[in-house]
């Protein structure tokens, strides 16, 4: 292993100044190693583009090589190089975690420690550099050679790139490396280690649990081989087998104020750290080695089958992908990119292709015609953490149990809803829910016009409409001031922020270990919110009677009990995994309709010519004395006309939740490879010039027949919001039913107006679900006086 000895003589002074207190250590690696990663990542980008564009024009020409090269590149040499890729994108999380925690840490021992274990992971790193290097260069050179068909010459297969890897030099690709210095060992205990960092710097080597045994739980102290006292990190948290890496000793250069060149006996980097060791040249070192294996990964992704073409898209950076451009509002970003690339188009976030579909026809054709290859979702980071994984909506589960699942919720959500109730006054248990919200929500407006001049209507609406999910799943209402349910439906935007499609969180792996705060305020929101319904189920369970089903979880609870004889017990679900589906439906039900809900009454209220036609139709139809029932929704189509106009302009959903493909398959004629992430743009389908006049005019007639008495329902269906096939939305009858009656409650009774004077900002923010900007604005008055009253 050689050393870049011309940096040594800083490295000591560099070293030196953080211990003498000027600033922590791990402040200069951090720095060094976000700026260096910088200049490092423009570089590498140039110098790809450039190789990129000259196989691509290599191609061209000799497009029957390509068979051979996707041959040769899929050997297992590939593979193995994969693996060292892996290990290196491991080992850069080590150098970030550990920079993180010593930044974290508050006693000087802590962050040497971590310090130590950070530089530790770059200098094996390091010791990939090597192999990174001359594998890059063959790489590149290789699959021009292949490309301009010289690759392939008299020895068959002896030659390209297979026969390239051959005269890799011995050793790799074979790490960790074996010979008289380094070899891999198990170590069963402490003492062992011990033994073995007497001798040996010990690191254990991280593979899947990496960061579970990250915590070092023993740190000692021995006598080495050397004489100097040894501090061997074991991160072995259990008993039993750990695997560790062994390094060489290694050798460095003078220290501060010896003569360059001056070798000092071989100590273990432990001792060696409190002193200082580290260069900004070793930190380009490493993250330019990592660069150059992750470019490496590049090889991994599909190729098209002959004669079929891989989907058009922005070029992207290395590692990045095309993050910088989508960082905001990614649905417009994505619609302007679709006018270039058309509607199958690929994007890269982080190391990762994602296809972004556009235009009506072709995500009809993708969710409904080919509805099996793309039924499925990606397996984002993030999702663990909803429902504790088991989520309907956001896993990555969609086999036969999951379509079981699917189906029992919505049969239990059908029953205590929508369908005709022979106990409740009205015709369905949904609207006596949303009659008795929509009632309590206009004396609090009245209430709260005498109170104040104006105020905000959503956080009410958002309590209201949770009140109706509950009914539905829990049999149960909450006061207004109820601080149990305010502190999980509020927050709702956390959750929101994450789940939104293209958080780079859940594409770039090391973002996942850097401190992200969003992250943080999602878990939360997802425990809370587990932890809100697991009380509640539990009640359920406490005092559940099978001959009496009082709601959506008890009807839950009493499929898991039948066990059914005769039913696959393969599909059976768990008792856990159907808890998991109230805290769906729960989660589900109140965001997105107290969205829709404050999108129609910011329209109604933005344009009042437009509440009064509502109105009147509304005083036509149902009159004043009687309240809104669902059974009037067919007479009434301007409201109607308003409601989907209210859907499309605000594309309150922009994206539906990501798909990802189920097997290989072709899309428009290009090639999609199975478990390629999908995302559908509904805000470009919701604003496509091609099916829409001037779709950024708010215009309710446009839905209508040119009498303006009758709804086109072929115009109603090009609106999309509720996605489409498979995984189309399962409470949408539900959604659609309680805009309506809350609507048309409100403004049967109440006028609604903005504050004069007071400018409103309607701006989308991005999200899952977008919403405007709170606005405290909002006036009302009663239309009509009440029955009995002047
Ligand atoms: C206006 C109201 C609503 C809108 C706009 C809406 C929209 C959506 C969208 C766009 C999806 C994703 C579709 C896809 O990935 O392709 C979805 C999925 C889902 N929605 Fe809704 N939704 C609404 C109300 C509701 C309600 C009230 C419930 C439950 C009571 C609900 C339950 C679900 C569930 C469980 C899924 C996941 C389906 C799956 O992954 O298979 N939604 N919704």
Redesign the pocket.
Known sequence: MSWPSAARGQITHEYQRGTAGEAPVSSYLVEGLVVLFHSCLQQLHESLVEIQKRIHVAAGEVAEQRDEVSRVASSSHIHKLIDHVHHAEQLLVVVVVALAEAYGADDVGHRHHHVAVGVEALLLLHQLQEFGDQVAGLLGDVLLQEAAGGGRGAGGDGEGLQGVLRQLPAGFPHFPRVGAEGQTLSIRNVSEAVEVGASHEVFRLPHQGLLDGFQPAEHHHGPGADGHLHHVPVFAAQPGEHQVWVLPQLQHTAQHGEPAGTRRAAQPLGCVLPAGLISATEVLVAAATFCLLLLLTQTRRQHAPKGLRSPPGPRGLPMLGNVLELRKDPHLVLTRLSRKYGDVMEVTIGSRPVVVLSGLETIKQA?VRQAEDFMG?PDLPSWQYVSNGHS???SYECGDAWKAR?KL?QNA?KTF?IAASPTASSSCLLEEHVSTEASYLVTKFLQLMEEKQSFNPNSYLMVSVANV?CA?CFGKRYDHDDQELLSVVNMNTEFGDVAAAGNPADFIPLLRYLPNRAMAAFKDVNARFSAFVQKIVQNHYSTFDKEHIRDVTDSLIGHCQEKKTGEDVRVQPSDESIISIVN???G???D??T??LSWCMMYAALYPHIQKKIQAELDQTIGRERRPRLSDRGMLPYTEAFILEA?RHSS??PF????CTTKDTVLNGYYIPKDTCVF?N?WQANHDEKIWKDPSSFKPERFLNAAGTELSRTEADKVL????????????S???W??FLFLTTILQQLEISLAPGQRVDITPQYGL?MKYKQCECFQMKKRFPSKGSA
């Open positions: 969710l979702r309907l909506a956001f699917r919720a959500l809803s999910i539905i769906d439906l729960f589900a039900g109140f997105t309709v969205t829709a859907f309150l959903l539906t939740i990501p798909h559908i509904q919001i509720f996605g489409l096939g498979k995984r189309r939305c399962i409470g949408e539900i959604g659609r309680e805009v679900t």
